[in-house]
C-alpha cells in the first residue's frame, strides 16, 4: 500500500511539474517549441505561467494538493472546514506556489477564510467561473487517505470542495477523483474498475451536490467522463487517441473538460505510469492540471517502482517538501480506516 500511496504522490507531483512547461500551448506548439514530445522535466518557456520555474518545480495544483494533505495528515487524518481552510491559509502564505498560480475561484475564498471583507457587486451573482477543476486537481490525497473505502473517500472529498468550490459540477469531479484513486491503490485494482470507480465517484458527487451545493451552468462531468473513456478504450494509438480527446472533449479549466479529459488519457496510456502523464503533458491547453490528475491515477494504480527513479529526488528537492514522508503519513492513516470497497 505504500509503494502505491507514495506512487500516486508522485505521479501527481510529476505531472504538475512536467505540464508547468507544456501549459497553454497546443500539441504542435509543444512540439515546434521543445523540438520533441516533454517526457521528462523541463524549464518553462518565459511565455508560460510557469516561467522562472526550475524543471521539476510545481506550480499550484499538486502543491495546494500537499498542504491540505499535510495538514489533514498532521490532524491525524480528520478532514474537517476547519482543517481545510487552516491548510490552504499556510498554502497562501508560500508566495512561491501561490502568488502566480493560484485561481480565482480559490483566491477569493482564501481571502473570505483570511478574514477580508468582500464587497458583493450589487449585480447577478453568478457561479459558473466556479465549476472549474481547482477542487479535482488538489484532491487526490483524499482517495490515498481513503484507500479501499470509496464511500468515505468521496465524503471527505465534498468536505474538501465546498470549501473553495460550492457547486455540483465542481463536487462531481472532485470526488471521481477521489473515488477512482481510493480504488487505483488497492491490489485488486485494474484500469477498468478504477474508471469504474470514477464514474461511480462522479455520479455520487453530483447526486450530492444536487443536495447541498449551489446549481451551476456547464456540461455533465459523467457524460463527459463516458466520452471520454469510450475514446480512451476505443481504437487507435494512445497519441491517437490523446488528439481526438483534445479536440472532442476539450482540456480547459471547466470542469467538464479537465477531469474527464484525464480519465480518457489514463484509459488511452492503459494506466501506464509514465504514459498517461506524457499523454496530459502533451495534449495542450491546461496541462498540468490534466497531468496532476491522470499521475495520481496512474501512479496509485501502478506504485512508486513504475516512475524514473529521479522524479521523488527531484520533486523534493527542487520544492522542499517531504513527498515520501507525506506518503508514510497516509499510509498509516490509510491502515486505521476500515477499508471497505464500493465499486459499484
Not at 451545493?213 to 497519441?239: Q, Y
Request: aromatic share 6%; charged share 25%; proline share 3%.
Amino acid at each position: 500500500m505504500f509503494d502505491r500511496i507514495l506512487g500516486g504522490l508522485i505521479g501527481a507531483g510529476a505531472g504538475d511539474a512536467m505540464g508547468a512547461a507544456t501549459e497553454a500551448r497546443t500539441t504542435e506548439q509543444i512540439i515546434e517549441y521543445f523540438g520533441h514530445e516533454v517526457t521528462d522535466f523541463e524549464k518553462p518557456p518565459m511565455d508560460t505561467f510557469g516561467a522562472g520555474n526550475e524543471p521539476g518545480q510545481l506550480t499550484d495544483d499538486f502543491s495546494s494538493a500537499y498542504f491540505v494533505a499535510r495538514h489533514i495528515a498532521d490532524h491525524d487524518g480528520e478532514v474537517t472546514e476547519k482543517v481545510v481552510q487552516e491548510a490552504l491559509i499556510d498554502w497562501s502564505e508560500h508566495h512561491v506556489f501561490f502568488d502566480r498560480f493560484a485561481g480565482p475561484t480559490t483566491r477569493l475564498a482564501i481571502r473570505r477564510y483570511k478574514g477580508e471583507k468582500i464587497e458583493k457587486s450589487g449585480g447577478v451573482e453568478l457561479v459558473t467561473r466556479q465549476a472549474t477543476n481547482g477542487a479535482a486537481m488538489k484532491i487526490s490525497p483524499i482517495g490515498l487517505m481513503n484507500a479501499g473505502n470509496i464511500e468515505k473517500a468521496i465524503k471527505d472529498a465534498v468536505t474538501v470542495t465546498m470549501v473553495t468550490h460550492d457547486n455540483y459540477l465542481a463536487l462531481s469531479g472532485a470526488c471521481a477523483v477521489a473515488a477512482a484513486v481510493s480504488h487505483a491503490v488497492m491490489p485488486e485494482a485494474t484500469v477498468y474498475s478504477v474508471l469504474q470507480a470514477g464514474l461511480y465517484g462522479a455520479k455520487e458527487g453530483e447526486k450530492i451536490g444536487r443536495k447541498i451545493a449551489r446549481d451551476v451552468a456547464g456540461p455533465s462531468v459523467v457524460k463527459r467522463m463516458e466520452m471520454a473513456i469510450d475514446i480512451g478504450l476505443g481504437s487507435g494509438t494512445p497519441k491517437e487517441k490523446m488528439t481526438e480527446i483534445g479536440h472532442q472533449i476539450g482540456t480547459g479549466l471547466h470542469v467538464a473538460e479537465a477531469i474527464p479529459s484525464a480519465f480518457g488519457l489514463f484509459a488511452a496510456y492503459d494506466g501506464d505510469a509514465l504514459g498517461s502523464i506524457v499523454g496530459a503533458v502533451n495534449v495542450g491547453y491546461d496541462t498540468d492540471t490534466i497531468a496532476t490528475m491522470s499521475g495520481a491515477l496512474s501512479g496509485a494504480l501502478r506504485g512508486a517502482e513504475a516512475f524514473p527513479a529521479h522524479f521523488l529526488p527531484t520533486l523534493e528537492e527542487a520544492n522542499h517538501l517531504e513527498i515520501r514522508k507525506l506518503a508514510e503519513d497516509l499510509t498509516r492513516i490509510a491502515q486505521k480506516v476500515d477499508r471497505q470497497e464500493g465499486v459499484r
